[in-house]
């Protein structure tokens, strides 16, 4: 079974797939892999029929599956999305955050969910949107199957969601023995790394008292551990930061190009699709552009027009002279065939890059109108 992945405007950017018959040998679902249009960690499924829902409700609901959002919709509950079966980003929040200032989150109450609940609380801190999350009747595996049974349930079980903070620690306290010390210690651990990314004091401390209450540690102890463990992780945050990093390799494709074109006359007909634009270095464009004009021009002098990069001419060509001493004229130009190719290839990737960083922003800025114009541009 086939189902349009769409943007937020409505054109389609990709498919996924759901097998009919079970296969072990094959994956229940398969989507369209990465693309310029088709961007997993951006793409929120359904948001295009569920905009107008969100806006007149304030509340954006989240679902783990495709199937969950058709249901929902069907049953006339439209205020649903899905992150197609990954995990939540900045992206995905940021969308939404534009069309309503709360999310609901309908995930599994199993470990995998409430860890990816725990991730979507620190993203929504960042985002600045409030997060809460709807819990599903016990027995019900998921959002379609209870609107299976009546969906008045599933409106229900939105209505009645609570703080995502709160959902997560009562969560925890269910996975501890919270009458031993072990269980506590791990509890608090756990607990106060989610109070640690809450950005309002007044938060912490209403979560502080909460953890309190189910440990039976005072208040001050809490805080004791809470700042040993902002120490440790400021720490390990600064040990990575001073870490070496790896010399970066340079490019020199552009520089054995310019050099190549200089010392041999015979293969400068290939700079004919070799337009400025595509250059980089503000040296080798002069060069390449001068060899453009003047096919036939003797370098053994340089020319006036090349005073100011003089220096760079007699290096570039005393290093094509000495790489390519002995070669042939077919291997010549095959070389600069693979200089001027990969030259191409570069600035086409560059341009998409540029294109898509375009389009993102217009996104961002909730542009609705002028995003659609890079589309055709990046098929």
């Known amino acids: ?7 937020g405007n409505g054109e389609v950017v990709g498919f996924t797939g759901r097998i009919i018959r079970d296969d072990p040998r094959a994956p229940k679902y398969l989507n369209t892999p990465q693309t310029l249009l088709f961007d997993k960690s951006r793409h929120i499924f359904g948001l295009h029929q569920a905009k107008e829902a969100i806006r007149k409700s304030d509340v954006a609901v989240i679902v783990e599956g495709n ?12 205020n649903v999305v899905a992150t197609s079966g990954t995990a939540m980003t900045t992206q ?7 069309l309503a200032g709360r999310i609901r ?3 599994d109450g199993d470990r995998a969910g409430v860890n990816a609940t725990e991730r979507a609380i620190n993203l929504a801190q960042e985002v600045g949107v409030e997060l809460e999350v709807v819990s599903l009747p016990d027995g019900v595996k998921d959002p379609d199957e209870l609107i299976q049974k009546d969906p008045a349930l599933w409106q229900a079980a939105i209505d009645q969601s609570q703080p995502a903070v709160d959902w997560v620690i009562a969560r925890y306290a269910e996975m501890e023995n919270l009458k031993s010390a072990e269980g506590k210690r791990r509890f608090s651990t756990i607990a106060l790394r989610i109070v640690r990314g809450l950005k309002d004091p007044v938060e912490q401390e209403h979560y502080l008292s909460v953890i309190s209450e189910k440990t039976g540690a005072s208040i001050t102890a809490l805080k004791a551990k809470l700042s040993n463990e902002k120490v440790a992780e400021h720490q390990l945050k600064k040990a990575k930061i001073e870490k070496e990093k790896p010399t970066p390799v340079q490019d020199e494709t552009e520089d054995m190009l310019a050099g190549l074109a200089a ?10 699709v070799v337009s400025g634009e595509m250059l980089d270095d503000d040296n080798a464009r002069q060069l390449i552009g001068y060899l453009r004009k003047n096919p036939d021009a003797d370098l053994g002098e340089v020319p006036l027009d090349l005073q100011k990069i003089e220096q760079y001419v007699k290096i570039v060509q005393l290093k094509s002279e000495s790489r390519y001493a002995n070669w042939e004229q077919k291997s010549l130009d095959e070389e600069m065939a693979r200089l001027v190719r990969q030259i191409t290839i570069k600035h086409r990737e560059n341009k998409k890059n540029q294109l898509l960083t375009q389009l993102r922003e217009a996104e961002a800025s909730g542009d609705e109108v002028l995003s ?4 055709p541009e990046l098929k």
Do not use: Y
Not at 1 to 7: C, G, K, Q, R, T
């Open 92 to 98: 995905h929040l940021k969308s939404l955050s534009r």
């Open 1 to 7: 079974m086939m189902v349009a992945l769409s943007d």
């Open 372 to 375: 659609p114009e890079f589309t």
């Open 105 to 107: 989150l309908a995930f």
């Open 263 to 272: 010392s041999e006359k015979s293969v400068r007909r290939w700079l004919a």
């Open 67 to 78: 199937l969950d959002v058709i249901s929902s919709h069907q049953a006339g509950v439209k």
